[in-house]
């Protein structure tokens, strides 16, 4: 990851770095156990930073001991935002980086919770929303409109025939 980080510092021409924030999870949604966020130059494609995050424990009681392997102790939902959280705070510790412009999914939750902890004093962290997000989004809007017209139709039609 510091090659990586060396490498998106050389592209960029200076140690402000867009990076793309996604999480990935054991299973789909919510009840997860384990899971991963990764932080990923968008100019290289290249891993800057990764947290891997787990809520399973084994403890007798849940008294959780020094061999506990949980991680996270939230809401499965806030996964994504504490693996951001802890990618940005040791950015410019590990790699005298500074992820700057923020690129995601659509959720804003992990950018809000980043953007809040001011992770670097004197400079702000921009959004940058994820195009294909945008269309996936607008997509599927549309086709439910495209459906809702067609169910309008059918209904003023079975309307003017009784």
Not at 26 to 42: D, Y
Not at 68 to 91: L, P, Y
Request: include cysteine.
């Amino acid at each position: 990851m510091q090659i990586a980080a060396k490498e998106a510092k050389d592209v960029s021409g200076h140690s402000d770095i867009t990076v793309a924030i996604e999480g990935t999870w054991q299973k789909h949604g919510l009840t997860s156990l384990n899971g991963v966020v990764i932080a990923t130059s968008f100019y290289t494609g290249k891993m800057l930073g990764a947290s891997i995050l787990s809520i399973f424990c084994k403890c007798p009681n849940k008294m959780h001991n020094e061999n506990c392997k949980a991680n996270h102790f939230g809401n499965s939902g806030r996964k994504e935002v504490s693996g951001a959280i802890e990618i940005f705070q040791r950015s410019e510790s590990l790699q005298g980086r500074r992820y700057t412009k923020f690129l995601s999914n659509g959720d804003a939750r992990a950018y809000k919770a980043v953007n809040e902890m001011h992770p670097y004093e004197d400079t702000g962290i921009e959004k940058l929303e994820c195009v294909g997000y945008v269309k996936k989004r607008m997509g599927t809007r549309l086709r439910a409109l495209k459906l809702k017209m067609k169910w309008n139709k059918l209904s003023d039609k079975k309307k003017n025939i009784g």
